[in-house]
């Protein structure tokens, strides 16, 4: 198990302490998150964040990949529509019922729920098919 370097600001570098330092003050946001990772990751460093915004688990970043920026721009975008499609599966997104019974034992998602779902596949494609572009 790694060590979350949040426990030991004293052994972060000062590069790492000003972006932490910047990010402290604007709240708790998946937007605020994800921008502090973005710069985290240009000097080596990530972290990951919970359902309630707040970051934990800051580690160097061992192997950088050589992947060109506009790929890894692609990959976060991706990861972005993981997590709304997380959400949407977790009922967090909307106020609909997410299943309707098809039988005893079975169910499917609402017409709604499947519109959304399908939505985001569509992007999270399109965005597939840029990176193989790349």
């Excluded at 003050?25 to 990772?37: F, K, P, V, W």
């Amino acid at each position: 198990m790694t060590k979350d370097l949040f426990n030991t600001p004293e052994l972060l570098p000062q590069k790492v302490k000003d972006i932490l330092a910047k990010y402290e003050e604007m709240g708790t946001s998946y937007d605020t998150c994800n921008n502090l990772i973005k710069e985290l990751e240009q000097i080596g460093y990530t972290c990951e964040y919970g359902l309630d915004g707040i970051p934990y688990e800051l580690q160097k970043i061992e192997h950088m990949t050589n992947a060109t920026p506009k790929a890894t721009f692609y990959l976060n975008e991706l990861a972005n529509e993981l997590a709304e499609l997380y959400i949407i599966h977790t009922y967090e997104y909307t106020t609909q019922p997410i299943y309707e019974p098809v039988g005893q034992y079975e169910s499917k998602y609402t017409p709604f729920i499947q519109e959304e779902f399908d939505r985001v596949l569509l992007r999270i494609e399109n965005k597939l098919n840029k990176i193989k572009l790349d």
